[in-house]
């Protein structure tokens, strides 16, 4: 099982990013995707999950409004659109293969950094 997240990096308050997290090794029809972050000295916490199943979409406070969750099943990648960025949005971002609903994750890819300063 491999999760490869990309996308981070410097950004300015109110920009955009894309992360992309690659999936390889396992059916991915039978899982969710998650995104998480975690800021320094910070606890990491959920921000979107996208089930491979059927599409559902969750999306956690940080989120809301703001960034989408998306899937490309021919690449097996799940995407995160971050739009408006914010200052506090920081952190390094993961991917996660799990169950959304359950909110259980068994591997974890290695983290992209997203720096929002201006």
């Known amino acids: 099982v491999q999760l490869q997240a990309s996308g981070g990096g410097l950004v300015q308050p109110g920009g955009s990013l894309r992360l992309s997290c690659a999936a390889s090794?396992?059916?991915?029809?039978?899982?969710?995707i998650g995104w998480f972050r975690q800021a320094p000295g910070k606890e990491r916490e959920a921000v979107s999950c996208?089930?491979?199943?059927?599409?559902?979409?969750y999306y956690d406070e940080p989120a809301k409004g703001r960034f989408t969750i998306s899937r490309d099943n021919t690449k097996n990648t799940i995407y995160l659109q971050l739009n408006n960025l914010q200052l506090e949005d920081t952190a390094v971002y993961y991917c996660?293969?799990?169950?959304?609903?359950?909110?259980?994750?068994?591997?974890w890819g290695q983290g992209t950094q997203v720096t929002v300063s201006s």
């Open positions: 996660a293969r799990g169950s959304c609903l359950m909110e259980a994750y068994d591997y």
């Open positions: 090794g396992f059916s991915l029809d039978v899982y969710g």
């Open positions: 996208i089930s491979l199943t059927d599409g559902s979409t």
